[in-house]
């Protein structure tokens, strides 16, 4: 459970919930609430908290929900390797309202190039 990873992570440290509360901005009950398994931190939050830890992320998620993370991570490609021509369909993408990215994504799954931008 990811309230007993806080914890531990967190007393090796030698770091109190109010220490770790603080550095987050949030109130320590919050983070009491995350030990205890009460609420679980959102994505964000975790990144947050694992930063604070000095722990990757996924080390603080359960194994399945690590497992899928990187799954995901290793079909992204590297943001350095892209082309002027792709910065520039995300620069575009960027610009759009999330029900236009929806389409355009839509499109681009069928290859439906000349209706999307």
């Keep these: 459970m990811i309230g007993d990873k806080l914890r531990k992570f967190r007393k090796k ?7 770790i509360a603080q550095e987050l901005n949030i109130e320590r009950s919050t983070f009491a609430y995350y030990e205890l398994g009460k609420t679980i931190p959102d994505i964000k939050t975790i990144i947050k908290i694992s930063k604070i830890l000095g722990v990757h992320y996924t080390e603080l998620l359960e194994e399945e929900h690590a497992q899928v993370l990187g799954d995901v991570q290793d079909q992204i490609p590297n943001v350095s390797n892209l082309s002027i021509e792709e910065l520039k369909i995300i620069s575009l993408l960027r610009e759009k309202p999330s029900g236009e990215k929806k389409k355009i994504l839509e499109n681009l799954k069928n290859s439906k190039l000349d ?3």
Excluded: A
């Excluded at 440290?13 to 220490?19: A, K, P």
């Design 115 to 117: 209706k999307i931008f």
């Design 13 to 19: 440290l030698g770091l109190s919930q109010f220490q």
